[in-house]
């Protein structure tokens, strides 16, 4: 059962592709050993707010609901209609998880609906580097602002050219993951606490390093 339903929804992500290749920028999926390498970069030990800008097909979306805590919160943001229709049917028994299909931008209306202050991570794979930049700049803005201090944006995507906008951010690590087709850069963005701002001083952008990982 579990192997027709994999076929089904990697059929769906193909389709789906082939309709609007620049908005999901990749013709199969995340890989597995990418996927648990994203997961590996947040902390399960607590509930956590988590949201996910372009869940597509689920495939990080299923591994998060797996680890996180039963009060955790699981935002899910997917603009396809067919992705977001059976993101709906596959935690439709899940209380953590909402599907919103809506723009990523609408996260801060989002959260304050549900009555959520803000988010301990926000996972992406959206392809920033199609968006334009006044959208870009006020996507990460927004991201920046939904996020609790302490939290983090990760993101995995083919090129590493967001850094060069992410200055809300003060720190930053990329590494370079061939493990996955096409290899992606993992970024994790974080939003450093007020306390830890004080005593570091105020930075002028990011402070990034960037490794290259070849296994899982």
Known sequence: ????CSRLVSALFFKQFLKRPFQI???VPSSKALVERVAGKIDFSQPRVIAEYGPGEGVHSREIARRMCPDSNLLLFELDRAFARDLERQFSGDRRVRVIHDDAASLPHELKRH???SCDYILSGIP????KIEKKRA????????LAP???FIIYQVTNELKQHATHFERAESEYFLQNIPPMFITVFQKTPPLDH???GPLPGANFSVSAHRSA
């Open 1 to 4: 059962m579990q192997d027709d």
């Open 25 to 27: 920028a990749s013709i």
């Open 115 to 117: 009555g959520i202050d």
């Open 128 to 131: 920033f580097s199609i968006l």
């Open 139 to 146: 996507l990460l803005q927004k991201t920046y602002d939904a």
């Open 150 to 152: 302490g939290g983090s």
């Open 198 to 200: 004080h005593e570091r």
